[in-house]
């Protein structure tokens, strides 16, 4: 029998985030884990290393909260929200503090992920020939063709202590589906020691059994499993709920001003206990405003052996 | 010179209004989004990012090349979106999608492997070789401006057949003779370094700027100056170019984006006026 892996967010986060860890929160532009990075926020995490290829307002709200020593991405910038300004003054003016960063190109940063996973020590990928990125990056490396070829570069293996990724849903063992764009989460989840994921629903195992492809991350490798609707705000989630562009756009300005940054996680981060609490204080009609009509897929027949 | 233009010669963009023949208003980034558009005809599969290529891509699709497929680095190939997207993972690229693949399918296979046509780059500052800066202005470990880095142009610039790129300025900052720092090389520069090892793609074959259309017709060229926006004369591009910019043997004048064009645009692409402004 599979080891029942439901628990609260607070105890996950408890249970496996430690000071100086290595974290990655991943989700590539949807499924982004907020409602976890402000319960580590909550419980004072430091000196994380904090690993995300796109780091999104998330990071920008985790290093403004004093949680991340260094930032490992492959993209400073917010797609529409435009620059993360937090992490700009710690880059540009060491304001208040520096901020340590390891840079790369989204391959780069993903195929890191995917050598941790297989267990192997490097990725080789084609980019890099020409670019100023190995020389700001020494990890960024070169290594000869042992079949002739010219010289390959190569990115190491990056196995997080604790990966967090958000997910539609998942089977009380862990077995986690995802639909949508799936980003770097598989490839995350087998990279790290442990591995927490929090779901919209918690699911009967035979709605997971239905549809074994759907599965991204097997059980196997997953260590908790937390119920937390709405976890993904103000990111998306496919077929639940759209991303609140408005919060997005909101954010320059909110992050542009430390004040009103600081004031904004006391408000909506500090004070809160957990997500529901915050759900709440965004109100019904706000989140309505991010709805989604459906728009089912089809169905496919497994088929079932009948001798 | 058939029309008139307001301040198109001082280079600043966005947000300018451009009064062209028969009276029809354009802003800039309307103008660029027209020629940006018209560049992809006889394009197909095209790797578009967020902002001005949304725009040209979807008006490219509603006028020159109906037949692009759109690939998105969040690993949707295919889209057919039913509202104007805001970003590059939206969800509304997914819902209805010819494909969602995984970030290695994305990345290794379809781009690595060679199935991107055109790939769509923005810079802060572009080289004579096309090489492009998207990471910092100044200082590498304290810069004065902290861009938002590679994403995934570092990946497409070599494995995308060619690339375009658009500009929203053209001066010397923008056009410099030395980046600040290269983030997506031109083959030239992966030349240099390890002649075995030049990727596969042309690097960028054309910058649509305020000013002009710069292309770069040989893999190892320089860019050379082919079009020059109406009201701008071919010393003023020179001029906002900080080096000295090769001129083609033939400078065209670049049309007019059409009525229908202008229309589109704002009543059927970017309703909301999200990056028309």
Not at chain 1, 249 to 265: F, G, M, N, V, Y
Request: include cysteine.
């Amino acid at each position: 029998m599979s080891e029942v892996k439901v628990t609260g967010l607070a105890e996950a986060i408890a249970e496996h985030v430690e000071d100086g860890m290595t974290v990655a929160l991943e989700g590539f532009g949807h499924l982004i884990p907020f409602a976890a990075a402000h319960e580590i926020i909550r419980q004072g995490r430091r000196d994380l290393t904090l690993c995300r290829m796109t780091p999104d307002l998330v990071a920008d709200q985790m290093i403004a909260a004093g949680c991340v020593r260094k930032l490992v991405a492959s993209f400073f910038a917010s797609g529409s929200a435009g620059s993360l300004h937090e992490l700009r003054r710690r880059i540009e003016r060491a304001d208040p503090e520096p901020l340590e960063v390891e840079e790369y190109s989204h391959y780069g940063m993903y195929g890191r992920y995917q050598a941790a996973a297989a267990g192997l020590p490097f990725f080789p990928l084609k980019s890099y020939a020409g670019s100023d990125l190995p020389a700001l990056n020494p990890q960024i490396r070169k290594v000869a063709d042992p079949y002739g070829g010219p010289d390959v570069h190569v990115v190491p293996a990056l196995a997080p202590d604790v990966t967090v990724v958000h997910a539609q849903r998942a089977d009380r063992f862990g077995n986690v589906q995802v639909w949508g764009i799936v980003g770097a989460i598989q490839e995350v989840a087998y990279a790290a020691r442990k591995v927490i994921v929090t779901v919209e629903e918690v699911v009967d195992d035979e709605v997971v059994r239905s549809d074994p492809n759907r599965t991204l991350v097997p059980a196997h490798a997953v260590d908790a499993v937390v119920h937390c609707p709405g976890g993904a705000h103000p990111s998306y989630v496919q077929g639940h709920y759209d991303r609140d562009n408005a919060f997005y756009r909101e954010w320059t300005a909110i992050s542009k001003d430390p004040q009103l940054l600081r004031s904004w996680l006391q408000e909506w981060v500090h004070e809160l206990p957990d997500r529901e609490a915050y759900l709440e204080r965004l109100g019904e009609e706000r989140w309505q405003r991010n709805a989604v009509g459906e728009r089912l897929s089809g169905q496919v027949d497994y088929g079932r052996r009948s001798a | 010179m058939t029309s008139t233009t307001t301040e198109t010669s001082t280079g600043t963009g966005a947000g300018e209004t451009l009064v062209g023949p028969a009276g029809i208003t354009v802003s800039s980034t309307e103008f660029l989004a027209t020629v940006a558009a018209r560049e992809l005809a006889g394009k197909r599969r095209v790797f578009a990012g967020v902002g001005l290529p949304t725009l040209a891509v979807d008006l490219a699709m509603r006028t020159v090349e109906p037949d692009i497929q759109l690939v998105y680095e969040s690993g949707v190939c295919g889209a057919h979106p039913e509202g104007m997207a805001e970003g590059i993972a939206d969800s509304v690229l997914v819902s209805g999608a010819e494909a969602v693949v995984n970030l290695q399918a994305l990345f290794g296979y379809v781009l690595q492997g060679g199935h991107v046509d055109v790939g769509f780059l923005g810079a802060a500052q572009v080289d004579r070789w096309g090489s492009l800066n998207t990471s910092v202005i100044g200082d590498w470990q304290r810069p004065t401006v902290r861009l938002p880095g590679s994403g995934g142009a570092a990946d497409i610039m070599p494995n995308a057949r060619e690339c375009i790129t658009v500009l929203r300025r053209h001066d010397p900052g923008a056009f410099p003779a030395e980046l600040d720092f290269c983030t997506s090389p031109s083959p030239v520069r992966a030349r240099d370094l390890d002649p075995r090892a030049v990727p596969p793609g042309h690097g960028v074959s054309t910058v649509i700027t305020p000013l002009a259309v710069l292309r770069r017709p040989d893999r190892f060229g320089e860019l050379e100056l082919a079009q020059v926006h109406p009201g701008v004369t071919v010393d003023q591009v020179r001029a906002a170019t900080g080096w000295d910019l090769a001129v083609a043997d033939e400078v065209s004048v670049t049309p007019w984006p059409r009525e229908e064009d202008v229309r589109l645009l704002r009543e059927e692409i970017d309703t909301v006026r999200l990056y028309l402004r």
